[in-house]
């Protein structure tokens, strides 16, 4: 599974791009705002920093919007994913930047039938997001499922990218599920590296290590 990191924040780019676990970017209006910067320039560095998929989203909410902008962003850098939500209007953007060669990811995507048509008219991606459906007691697992299972059976080459993780448990979910991609939030990320008893396991190994004499530890010179 391909894992994005879901944020705007270039320090926490830069850190968990060095890990060497991150396979592009995913931003939207509110996580670029929460930066206070300026929409071209963070997302210009965030192409700087990841040699991957970067997703900006459009802020128009007719098509014919939606489209002059997504021309725009896709401007940007060659790793630009145009960001349009599943709505009619984002529907008949993503069949026109699809058919000019822009990659799309639909989203703010609820159902399989949303994903569906995402695909017939072309998306790259498409981004249930799990965490905010979860939230209305529906199983936003149980929609990639479904999503990955309408793909599979027409060959749709549109990739499932699990969104909205705001947990640790929904990434395990996403990728039993069969999702292509996750986009994590870094919090969350932090989290998928730490176990407790891992901590525990190091500690103990190193208290019996040091129960050895000096001259018989010092392997490293
Ligand atoms: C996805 O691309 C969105 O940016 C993001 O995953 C939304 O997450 P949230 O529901 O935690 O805001």
Not at 35 to 55: A, L
Not at 79 to 89: G, L, R, S
Not at 155 to 181: D, E, P, Q
Request: charged fraction near 15%; aromatic fraction near 6%; charge should be negative.
């Amino acid at each position: 599974m391909e894992i994005f990191i879901d944020t705007a924040n270039v320090s926490a780019i830069r850190q968990f791009s060095r890990i060497g676990i991150v396979d592009g970017v995913t931003t939207n209006p509110a996580l670029i705002a929460s930066e206070g910067r300026n929409f071209r320039e963070v997302v210009e560095e965030i192409c700087t920093i990841i040699n991957g998929p970067v997703s900006a989203e459009v802020i128009s909410l007719h098509a014919e919007g939606m489209i002059h902008e997504g021309r725009l962003i896709a401007k940007i850098h060659p790793n630009i994913v145009v960001k349009i939500p599943a709505t009619p209007a984002g529907f008949e953007a993503v069949n026109v930047l699809s058919q000019e060669g822009i990659k799309t990811n639909v989203t703010v995507l609820y159902t399989a039938n949303q994903a569906l048509l995402a695909a017939k008219v072309g998306a790259t991606y498409v981004s249930p997001f799990v965490g905010r459906l979860d939230a209305t007691s529906t199983s936003g697992t149980e929609l990639i499922q479904e999503i990955v299972s309408v793909f599979n059976n027409y060959n749709f080459s549109t990739k499932v990218l699990a969104a909205s993780m705001r947990n640790s448990i929904y990434v395990k979910h996403a990728a039993l599920a069969g999702a292509h991609v996750a986009t994590i939030p870094p919090e969350v990320l932090e989290q998928m590296m730490l176990s407790e008893l891992t901590d525990l396991g190091v500690e103990g190994f190193l208290a019996e290590w040091n129960t050895l004499p000096e001259e018989k530890r010092n392997y490293f010179s």
